[in-house]
């Protein structure tokens, strides 16, 4: 059975980009998405809104293993193509509770082309404000950031990350109809 | 008002091609004064009117934005009335030409004089995005020096001003550093705009249409005009005050006023100089 995507397939698309460039240009800062398409089994509808806004035919995406019919309409409405492992995916989705691979592994860009990286959009329970101060590009001064359900050395990777650029990932965090962007430009203290 | 055409796409170009765009953006954000690659379009004008301005403002234009498009700080210039009505016939979006009313800003070679605020976009149209072309004629060497961070060609380029002419002579499309790592063109903004870009709150996109490439300074980052420690980076000084307005701190326009030689002197920025004008009219 094929599940229903965005309700106005362009507008929608549209205002859930801007939450995203939002997310991305004032990190760890919550933009709320505005057009929740029905979630799909197994996945919440953020991170489905997401997948609509962003994914096509011509980037590979890595998800966990997920319901017959929540595959089905996502090729259906995407035209996705799905990598085999982590390692050659442009996007990955993380719903919750998947394993985080390590970010090490994932592609991370070259150096006359660090765009060409993968983009994670990482499933969580809920926001907070009490894990992590972040500074760099997109903050005033420094912002206080937390999100519970993150593996237990998220940050300790990311600072991993971080320190790679201008190579590295980038990550989305979503917790139902919030999102929070983390470039690779953020620089997190913990405490 | 002009009316939405419905034949086309909301803002004209098709969802793949915006889909592109959009992912381009937000690595162009996340690796802030990188040129990020793109499969530019044609659009139904000419490469070197804008198009890659364009393209940019399709991809991220929503029903509820009001668009403002510039030209050499002006809102009445060809360029900019005919992409103002362009937008607002494949989109219907509401246009202003107030700056402080602007969600979406598309830009020739200038940023406005009044103060950008957060949630405000500008979108640059941008002839070459690569500051060390002039310099390097292969994409593949330039490419190199950006990794390798080595911008020791441009430092000469400047040194060889002062040689030359006793200071920088580079008066628009100055090199700036951004972020401490990317060496990037602000687009032929003069340099008296450099420091608008520095730690602003509105998000500055760049798009180059013929040279397919954008790139993008996200909020309140630091953007620094290259210099040197003994001449230290500086916007030039006029005697002169717009003619209309009195303003002696925005960028003026020289306009030739008859064949003897007659000039006056005025702001580039037209919704500027009105603001000024119908404050000096309020208070009289």
Sequence with gaps: MLHPAFKHPVDDAQQTFRSLLDALAQPLRLSALPCLPPALPGLSRGSAALLYTLIDRDVSLWLPSLPDDTLASLRFHTGMNLAANPAEADFLLLTAGTPLPPLSTLKAGSDAYPDRSATLLIEIEAFNQDQVIGSGPGIPHTRRFGADGLPGDFWHQWQANHARFPLGVDAILIADDRIAGLPRTTRIQEG | ?284
């Design chain 2, 1 to 284: 008002m002009t009316e939405r055409q419905w034949q086309y796409n909301f803002g004209f170009l098709d969802e793949n091609t915006k889909r592109m765009l959009r992912r381009g953006l937000l690595k162009a954000v996340a690796i802030p004064g990188y040129q990020v690659p793109f499969g530019s379009r044609e659009m139904p004008l000419p490469y070197g009117w804008g198009t890659g301005g364009i393209q940019l403002t399709a991809s991220i234009i929503g029903k509820s934005d009001v668009l403002k498009v510039i030209d050499q700080g002006a809102d009445d210039t060809t360029n900019a009335v005919n992409i103002r009505r362009f937008f607002a016939r494949v989109t219907g979006v509401a246009t202003t030409t107030r700056t402080a009313d602007a969600t979406l800003i598309q830009t020739r070679h200038r940023i406005p004089e009044t103060a950008l605020c957060e949630g405000q976009i500008m979108v640059f149209q941008v002839p070459e995005p690569e500051p060390l072309r002039t310099l390097e004629a292969s994409e593949v060497e330039t490419r190199k020096l950006h990794a390798h961070q080595e911008y020791g060609l441009m430092h000469v380029k400047l040194y060889e001003d002062i040689a030359r002419f006793g200071h920088v002579a580079t008066s628009y499309d100055y090199p700036v550093l951004v972020n401490g790592r990317y060496l990037a063109s602000p687009s032929p903004i003069p340099k008296f705009d450099n420091p608008k870009l520095d730690r602003s709150p509105a998000l500055m996109l760049f798009g180059a249409g013929r040279e397919k490439r954008l790139y993008a300074i996200p909020p309140y980052t630091a953007v620094e005009s290259l210099a040197f420690e003994d001449h230290p980076f500086a916007v030039q000084r006029w005697p002169h005050v717009c003619a209309l307005c009195g303003s002696g701190d925005s960028y003026l326009d020289e306009i030739i006023t008859d064949d003897a030689g007659h000039r006056l002197f005025v702001c580039s920025d037209s919704d500027y100089c009105q603001a000024q004008r119908t404050l000096q009219e309020g208070m009289a």
